[in-house]
Structure formats: structure tokens, C-alpha cells
T-cell receptor
């Protein structure tokens, strides 16, 4: 079945890089997404990667995809206190529009 | 993109009562979904709201407990019926929009329900 796993917590110092990891099981996933949820707010799409790509860079964000190992990571360069949030990875398969979400990784950025 | 408004944003409810959550989108969308996020948990899809027909429910969710309406392409409601403390969650409306990436989900701010 479909399953997405993430580590639950990550703490970094301001200015350091953060790497949030995610593994998934469905090899037919076509798109993989990273969403950000700030306290008390809804989900906001950060970035996505198509399954035939290995890497995607978008300003401070770098997404790496290892399709063989079904491993996805999100790297945030020069992490700021405003990056403190819960980060969800999600996989999308088929044409239903449904996403399967991981448990979310809480990123704590210390000044 | 799509802008989604949900209300209420939060509520405190008594056990045994029902509450209806409204979701309004600023544009016509085909795909509309309702998710639940229990405390400290990930998002779980409750159902796909279908315009003009009955919603499609995921395993573990039933129409009697979570009736859904979708009268048009911009509006949907989710009712949480006969609530118990286990229903305390954030309920999120989302819409799927076809993009160059194949598809993107936009989310409302969520409705945080606390059942006493």
C-alpha cells in the first residue's frame, strides 16, 4: 500500500542548513511535494519534484529524489527563525488528485 | 492558484452535537477534498466531494458520520455528526488544480474543532 514516513523533529541553529528526509513506498508516484504548515495556519505548497528528476533547486530550497531508494529530502539553506514550522512530504499517484502525506517533521530553528 | 475560505476557523463543541464546516473557493474547481489532521498527526483524507453526486469516502470514514454536500463547483460543506472527543481535530478543505506539474493541492486554513 501507500505509506510515507518522516522523522518527527529536527532542531537547527539559525544560519545552518536543515535537511528533512522522507521515504515513500509507492514506486508509481509521479509527483512528490513538500508542504509547510506554520502554527495555526493551513498548508502551503513549498515545492514539488517530478519523479523523473533527481534534483530541483528553488532559491534556498533544494529537493533531492533518489527514486531507487524511494527517498526524498528537502534542504533549506541559511535556515531562518521564520522557517520554524511543520514540513510535510506528500506523494501523488494517478489522476485522482489525492495526496498521501507523511506525519510531518517539526523544524525548530534556534537563534 | 485558488483561495479557500473555511468557517468556522475554530469551535468548541459538546459531545453528541453536530457541526457543519463550510468551504468556499474563489474559482470553480473540479476536485475538492476534505482532510482531517488529528493532534500531532499527519493529514488523512476523509472524502472527495463530488459536485452533484454523493461524496466518495475513504476507508474508515462513512457518510452517516461525515455527511458532505457539494452543491456547485465553488462550495462544499462537511458535517461532523454526533461528535465525541475523538473527533477533536483540524478539518481542512482542499482543492486540486491542474498545473504544469500535473496537479497542485491548495488548502484552506482549517477548522479546529475541540469536542468536550
Amino acid at each position: 500500500g501507500e505509506d510515507v514516513e518522516q522523522s518527527l523533529f529536527l532542531s537547527v541553529r539559525e544560519g545552518d542548513s536543515s535537511v528533512i528526509n522522507c521515504t515513500y513506498t509507492d514506486s508509481s508516484s509521479t509527483y512528490l511535494y513538500w508542504y509547510k504548515q506554520e502554527p495555526g495556519a493551513g498548508l502551503q505548497l513549498l515545492t514539488y519534484i517530478f519523479s523523473n528528476m533527481d534534483m530541483k533547486q528553488d532559491q534556498r530550497l533544494t529537493v533531492l529524489l533518489n527514486k531507487k531508494d524511494k527517498h526524498l529530502s528537502l534542504r533549506i539553506a541559511d535556515t531562518q527563525t521564520g522557517d520554524s514550522a511543520i514540513y510535510f512530504c506528500a506523494e501523488y499517484t494517478g489522476n485522482t488528485g489525492k495526496l498521501i502525506f507523511g506525519q510531518g517533521t517539526t523544524l525548530q530553528v534556534k537563534p | 492558484s485558488a483561495v479557500i475560505s473555511q468557517k468556522p476557523s475554530r469551535d468548541i463543541c459538546q459531545r453528541g452535537t453536530s457541526l457543519t464546516i463550510q468551504c468556499q473557493v474563489d474559482s470553480q474547481v473540479t476536485m475538492m477534498f476534505w482532510y482531517r489532521q488529528q493532534p500531532g498527526q499527519s493529514l488523512t483524507l476523509i472524502a472527495t466531494a463530488n459536485q452533484g453526486s454523493e461524496a466518495t469516502y475513504e476507508s474508515g470514514f462513512v457518510i452517516d458520520k461525515f455527511p458532505i454536500s457539494r452543491p456547485n463547483l465553488t462550495f462544499s460543506t462537511l458535517t461532523v455528526s454526533n461528535m465525541s472527543p475523538e473527533d477533536s481535530s483540524i478539518y481542512l478543505c482542499s482543492v486540486g488544480v491542474v498545473t504544469g506539474a500535473g496537479g497542485e493541492l491548495f488548502f484552506g486554513e482549517g477548522s479546529r474543532l475541540t469536542v468536550l
